[in-house]
């Protein structure tokens, strides 16, 4: 089955230095871009992660610290990457909470205003765990029959994910070929930001999920404990959490003028 889309949908992967959101930097991102009329755009670059490669990390994807000493920094690719995915929705293996929560940090970095408005994302790992439980090999032998060769490289990930997705909308009647559908289908809660920190209440509004102030209203706390807004923009908290939570005081501090 082919997707019916309205806009372009991008597949991507990344390999990492690790898997911490805030910490942790890009060693190779692989975007697969799939247009509503069927035509495909593929473009696969290591990364210059500027920080060392631990070594279980490249046990797992084989990219050492020498492989990317002379490939150019993410900072050098960012426009690239962001001008391939900017009038996309994404898609990917695990993306919501990883994946994207992930090139988000990095493109914040860069001093690229990323944020997921007017764009939806599909985790084609949710669609597998709520169908099958399996693993993203697994997964492509179950859906595609196939052997997933150079697991872990992140162009061939990327190509088996959109696979994927494609024999699970022939497979389960009850999933819709919509992308909409499908974001809303893989969507595992209500977060605001990418990392969970911030999540919406059965009302629609904004609540911490963590710590102290776990379930309470952000609007309140930012109200009696003006410096838990400091202390979490100067903690090790992601990029991502901090622009959300400045824009949810900035709204508050304009909702008072």
Avoid at 160 to 174: F, G, N, P
Wanted: hydrophobic share 40%; glycine share 4%.
């Amino acid at each position: 089955m082919e997707l019916k889309l309205n806009r372009p949908i991008c597949f991507f992967d990344l390999e990492t230095t690790g898997i911490e959101v805030a910490k942790d930097r890009i060693v190779e991102i692989s975007i697969l871009k799939v247009f509503p009329n069927g035509n495909k755009e593929s473009k696969t670059w290591l990364v210059n992660p500027t920080i060392s490669i631990p070594a279980q990390s490249t046990l797992i994807h084989g990219i050492t610290n020498e492989k990317v000493a002379n490939e150019p920094t993410f900072v050098v690719l960012s426009s690239q990457i962001y001008n391939m995915i900017k009038d996309s929705d994404l898609a990917g293996f695990n993306s919501d909470r990883f994946d994207i929560p992930l090139l988000a940090e990095e493109l914040l970095r860069a001093n690229i205003d990323f944020d997921m408005k007017n764009r939806v994302s599909v985790d084609i790992q949710t669609i597998f765990h709520k169908k099958e439980e399996r693993t993203l090999s697994a997964a492509y032998k179950f859906y595609c029959n196939e052997s997933l060769e150079n697991a872990h490289s992140a162009e061939a990930d990327t190509n088996a994910t959109y696979e994927i997705l494609k024999s699970q909308l022939d497979r389960y009647e009850d999933l819709e070929n919509d992308m909409k559908f499908l974001s809303e289908f893989t969507t595992r809660k209500k977060s605001v930001d990418f990392a969970g920190f911030i999540a919406l209440n059965e009302d629609g509004k904004e609540i911490f999920s963590f710590g102290k102030h776990k379930g309470t209203l952000v609007d309140e706390v930012l109200e009696s404990e003006p410096g838990y807004f400091g202390w979490i923009q100067n903690a090790d908290f992601p990029l991502y959490t901090k622009k959300v939570l400045t824009a949810i005081k900035l709204r508050k501090l304009s909702t008072k003028q």
